[in-house]
């Protein structure tokens, strides 16, 4: 199935939708702790400014059909979308939140392609181990730089490439219920 015949699609209202490294499509159910810790992010965001660009689950082109709609993204201030789509040159900043079901593809398989295509900052904010992993200076095969900070550490200040700051708040990320996934 294409990136067009996806976004095209309608799909349940809770779910996610991403191509796997593989090519398969996969649908999974976005949890509560996914969705506040996006919302979460979006809030620090605003610090940016109002008129930031700030995207989530917003499909970026990436060369070789890797297109993917990350969870959350900070783009240059002067991005434009090429149709319906930001290019990944774009990006300054991409993070993926971890559920049950996406665990491999966040920490592995989205650090290698991310550092491949030389996305400056990609963060990886983890629930279930309640950390966020920051990773900068992008190679071919991903990153040099990974840092790991605890949820409740305080305020985590992000440096984009075009000089400004992001700062995550790492005492407001919300954690998983004791329930379970």
């Given at each position: 199935?294409s990136?067009?015949?996806?976004?095209?699609t309608?799909?349940?209202?809770?779910?996610?939708?991403?191509?796997?490294?593989?090519?398969?499509?996969?649908?999974?159910?976005?949890s509560?702790?996914h969705?506040?810790?996006?919302?979460?992010?979006?809030i620090?965001?605003?610090?940016l400014?109002?008129?930031?660009?700030?995207?989530?689950?917003?499909?970026?082109?990436?060369?070789?059909?890797?297109?993917?709609?990350?969870?959350?993204?900070?783009?240059r201030?002067?991005?434009?979308?090429?149709g319906?789509?930001?290019?990944?040159?774009d990006?300054?900043?991409?993070a993926?939140?971890?559920?049950?079901?996406?665990?491999?593809?966040?920490?592995?398989?989205?650090?290698?392609?991310y550092?491949?295509?030389?996305?400056p900052?990609y963060?990886?904010?983890?629930?279930?181990?309640?950390?966020?992993?920051v990773?900068?200076?992008?190679?071919?095969?991903?990153?040099?730089?990974?840092?790991?900070h605890?949820?409740?550490?305080?305020?985590?200040?992000?440096?984009?490439?075009?000089?400004?700051?992001?700062?995550?708040?790492?005492?407001?990320?919300p954690?998983?219920?004791a329930?379970?996934?």
């Amino acid at each position: 199935m294409s990136v067009d015949a996806v976004m095209d699609t309608e799909f349940p209202t809770g779910y996610v939708v991403f191509f796997g490294i593989d090519g398969k499509v996969v649908m999974t159910p976005q949890s509560e702790e996914h969705s506040s810790t996006i919302r979460s992010m979006q809030i620090d965001s605003l610090a940016l400014g109002r008129h930031a660009k700030v995207i989530s689950d917003v499909y970026l082109d990436f060369p070789a059909d890797e297109n993917s709609a990350p969870d959350f993204a900070i783009m240059r201030e002067d991005a434009r979308r090429q149709g319906k789509r930001y290019s990944f040159e774009d990006v300054l900043l991409i993070a993926e939140v971890v559920s049950v079901s996406s665990a491999r593809k966040d920490y592995d398989d989205c650090t290698a392609k991310y550092g491949r295509y030389g996305i400056p900052v990609y963060v990886v904010v983890d629930p279930y181990a309640a950390e966020v992993v920051v990773h900068s200076q992008p190679t071919g095969s991903g990153y040099i730089a990974a840092h790991t900070h605890k949820y409740g550490s305080g305020k985590l200040p992000i440096e984009l490439a075009d000089g400004r700051t992001y700062t995550l708040d790492l005492d407001e990320l919300p954690r998983p219920e004791a329930d379970g996934h």
